[in-house]
């Protein structure tokens, strides 16, 4: 167990839902000052991580806060879980069935998170915060029918026919799911750590997932041309105050948000964004130990009216490490090697079938 898993445990036993005690009591005590950087912006950088209990987005019905009975029992389950999974394997088990499947990562290599997100003292039951249900809103038609052509062109191949058919995260284009952004979401798995570095013109924020970077100019410098969507968009930022605000267009359109890994390693079930896609984000220290991390997503081609919600990005005194991501795509192509193969020895069983 690292030391920061072994940390986030301990504290959730000893005090769930209490996120940077210390820090709370330097802001109410008037000792905690806002660190700056030389040129006097307020001091991002470092490393943070986002990782939290709390979902993206609220269940039906579900109210914007948890009860302190909800967070104990949220954060005392994690805690079960992480160590229920820390258990050594048994040696005398048995192989995995023939043909089925052999597992996944073990509990060492995941980061669920073990608190809930907490948010001027509220834990939250959803990162989005508005609309006021805590829900991402409907697709308009048109996201439905960006959603229905995805579809139907997919529906036309094998989903191994060729590489342009696996998701992009497979491909390691981006990250799983939508840690990079914008806008910057915790993943469902491990990795939502970031380093960012800030300079007076630049601010660079790299995530350890697929090691995604993002470089978000400062000023009012002229835009990309419409034609020219990078990954991650066209971002520039501007100090508001303490805050520092940053503006994302020229997204580009196969782009994906979602926070479900799964999902966006099946294809993705959200509609890419849309020429017209914004995401504008804030940045503001609020302790030692946090970001406050804050984002708005418009995009009235896609979705029926804006949304946004409210982030804590919590200090992580450890390192972040390479996260290579099938370095050289030796993965994908072996996936395709397989199913080639697949194809043959079925061509052949039919073959030998018709001789028969």
């Not at 058919?165 to 993943?187: D, F, H, N, Q």
């Amino acid at each position: 167990m690292s030391k920061r898993l072994l940390l986030a445990v301990l504290c959730a036993v000893a005090a769930p839902g209490v996120v940077s005690t210390a820090a709370a009591q330097n802001r109410t005590s008037g000792q905690w000052e806002v660190p700056r950087t030389p040129d006097g912006r307020p001091d991002l950088q470092g490393n943070w991580t986002n990782q939290t209990l709390t979902p993206l987005q609220r269940r039906e019905g579900q109210g914007p806060v948890y009860t302190p009975e909800e967070v104990a029992r949220i954060e005392q389950g994690s805690v079960d879980r992480f160590i229920r999974g820390e258990q050594p394997s048994d040696p005398n088990r048995s192989a995995p069935r023939a043909g089925g499947s052999v597992g996944g990562y073990n509990n060492v290599y995941f980061e669920l998170g073990h608190q809930v997100a907490v948010v001027d003292g509220e834990p939250r039951t959803s990162l989005v915060t508005f609309p006021s249900n805590g829900r991402i809103p409907a697709f308009t038609p048109e996201g439905e029918r960006q959603i229905q052509e995805s579809r139907d062109l997919k529906g036309q191949f094998s989903e191994f026919d060729h590489p342009e058919l696996r998701p992009i995260a497979e491909r390691c284009l981006l990250s799983y799911g939508s840690p990079a952004g914008p806008p910057m979401l915790p993943t469902t798995g491990y990795n939502s750590n970031y380093t960012i570095v800030q300079t007076p013109d630049h601010v660079l924020i790299m995530t350890e997932m697929v090691h995604d970077a993002r470089i978000i100019r400062i000023g009012s410098g002229p835009r990309l041309p419409e034609h020219i969507r990078p990954w991650f968009g066209d971002s520039w930022g501007r100090w508001e105050g303490d805050v520092l605000v940053v503006e994302t267009t020229n997204i580009n359109l196969r782009q994906e948000f979602s926070a479900n890994v799964g999902a966006t390693l099946a294809g993705g079930q959200d509609p890419h964004p849309s020429e017209q896609m914004k995401v504008t984000e804030r940045f503001s220290r609020v302790d030692e130990e946090t970001i406050l991390y804050e984002f708005t997503v418009d995009d009235p081609t896609v979705y029926t009216e804006s949304w946004g919600g409210q982030i804590p990005m919590t200090r992580m005194n450890e390192r972040l490490y390479e996260y290579a991501c099938q370095e050289g795509n030796y993965g994908l192509e072996n996936v395709l090697r397989g199913a080639r193969y697949q194809e043959r020895m079925e061509a052949q069983a039919t073959s030998a079938s018709s001789r028969d």
